[in-house]
């Protein structure tokens, strides 16, 4: 039985995708929290407009739960590998 070494073991190319796309929405997601809180106060009279900024938002999270499940199933696929992500790929995500 072969043995696979930390150094061999293929890190997805479409997980480094997932985790900046995932970083960057989640801080503009908590961003525009601060935006739409005011905005959805001053339309509330307006119940079409109020569920149609709702959909936004609530399309928005739905992506970012598929990015998180995205996440969750690279970083698996490296882990049932026995596979390691150097900490040099970690730090290329972080300064995009």
Do not use: H
């Given at each position: 039985m072969k043995t696979v070494l930390p150094a061999d073991t293929p890190i997805p190319r479409w997980?480094?995708?997932?985790?900046?796309?995932?970083?960057a929405g989640s801080a503009w997601y908590i961003g525009a929290g601060f935006f739409?809180?005011?905005v959805l106060a001053v339309l509330s009279?307006?119940?079409t407009v109020t569920a149609a900024l709702w959909a936004i938002i609530?399309?928005?999270?739905?992506w970012l739960g598929l990015l998180g499940i995205a996440m969750a199933t690279g970083l698996a696929i490296v882990l049932?590998?026995?596979?390691e992500i150097p900490e040099d790929y970690w730090r290329s995500i972080i300064n995009y």
């Open positions: 997980l480094r995708f997932v985790l900046i796309s995932d970083r739409f809180a005011p009279p307006w119940p609530g399309l928005f999270g739905l049932r590998a026995n596979g």
